[in-house]
């Protein structure tokens, strides 16, 4: 009982520690990833992510893909969608841009 508690304490720490080192350089920030937003997919998505005749709505995309598959769609589109990553987004902007569609 006792190992079995100090080893569960013990893995909880060490998932807090990972997570921790998972984004080492960069917060998620909705606010720049807004502007990001308007920016390089309204054109298609819609101010707002509410969607156009080209790009499908994006509101409570949330609830259809996790932050890992947002980010892959981002960084491996399916055309018409562009490729934006690496040249004119970072890794850092799409962490951002994910942050902002999770509001949405
Ligand atoms: C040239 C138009 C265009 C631009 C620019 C564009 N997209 Fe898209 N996007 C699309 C289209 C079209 C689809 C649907 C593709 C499909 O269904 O296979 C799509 C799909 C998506 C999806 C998946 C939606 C779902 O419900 O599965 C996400 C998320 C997304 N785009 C985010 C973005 C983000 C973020 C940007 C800017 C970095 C962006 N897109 C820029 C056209 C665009």
New binding site residues.
Partial sequence: MRVSGLLIIGLALGLVACSGRAHPHHTPTASVGERL?AA??S???GVGGTGTR???S?IH?RD??HTAG?KA??LD??P???R?VPGR?SRRDVVD?VAY?QTL
């Fill in positions: 937003f390089h997919c054109a298609c998505h080209i790009g499908p994006l995309v259809r893909l947002l769609i981002i589109p399916t018409p969608m562009p934006l987004l841009i569609l």
